[in-house]
């Protein structure tokens, strides 16, 4: 039986590794402070639960249109929001395609097919996040 050898250091694996598990409290600690923020806003009275969850997730003034909330569209267009929704997207997309990243390289292996497959990733990221970036400053 072979003895596996850890490598000191510090690798591409391991840094995204922990991105991974780094985001995902991001992730959790910005819905906490939109869901927190909604609240102080006086969303327990205005709002039901699936719009206050939608809220704590991405902060768009279309999903509470229909609420007794006056001048919402003025709250969006206010940097921090655009800020929280930014790093909210960034941490939500870089989260996902890294998870698909290791599905996929798990599921094929070491092959030749690698290299095109974290091109086609990192295409389909970056046009995410243009995307993702277009509706938070044109909303």
């Known amino acids: 039986m072979r003895s596996r050898t850890v490598q000191p250091g510090l690798s591409f694996e391991y840094i995204l590794w922990i991105f991974t598990r780094l985001s995902g409290l991001g992730m ?45 569209a003025q709250g969006w267009s206010n940097a921090f929001w655009q800020t929280m929704e930014m790093l909210t997207i960034f941490l939500a997309i870089t989260h996902g395609f890294n998870g698909l990243r290791v599905v996929l390289e798990d599921y094929f292996g070491p092959s030749s097919f690698r290299p095109l ?15 993702a970036v277009y509706v938070i400053l044109a909303a």
């Open 28 to 72: 959790i600690l910005l819905a906490l402070v939109g869901g927190t923020s909604a609240l102080i806003m006086r969303a327990r009275t205005q709002m039901d639960l699936p719009t206050l969850l939608r809220w704590m997730f991405f902060q768009n003034p279309n999903h509470v249109v229909n609420s007794s909330i006056s001048d919402i």
């Open 117 to 131: 497959m974290r091109g086609a990733i990192i295409f389909l990221w970056l046009a995410a996040l243009i995307i």
